[in-house]
């Protein structure tokens, strides 16, 4: 999905990470992304103008998510494979829908959303990382993005929380 092969063959990249915007850019993420060489959307989406936004900070990767309408957002799958870096990278919005094997397929990272709740989680070798949601605060979560580096030695991942 991602137009640019120089961001498939960088030796190092700073990826900004949302999910779960529900049809709002907070001002915030401009400024949190200001930095970063590629953004990845894990989806819900909801709305015109969220995907322009962040495409005007840098080049976009982005799913649908169960709550994206392809009336509002057409041509978004709801799975991607990536390559950033020379790391493969999953992209789906609800974790529990994956069904690929991750290190069977090469997958260096698995982000998703839905869930509201942002974690980073490593199981053997691969980076699990939800980033929380950015959008209007539901549940008792705070908006939150995060930020991924990957290095050739490694990828490391820091979720920010920012106010309303």
Known sequence: ??????????????????????????????????????????????????????????????VAGNCDSPFINPGLQKFELVTLARRLIAVIHDVHALDIDPVATGVSAIIHGHSHQAGILRKGSVLYLNPGSAGPRRFRFRRSVAILKISPSEMTAELIEFDE
């Open 1 to 62: 999905m991602l137009p640019d092969d120089r961001l498939a063959q960088a030796g190092s990249l700073t990826v900004g990470v949302i999910s779960d915007t529900h049809g709002q850019l907070h001002p915030a993420v401009a400024g949190l992304f200001r930095n970063c060489d590629v953004i990845i959307h894990a989806g819900d989406i909801c709305g015109h103008g969220v995907l322009e936004g962040l495409r005007a900070i840098a080049p976009l990767c982005a």
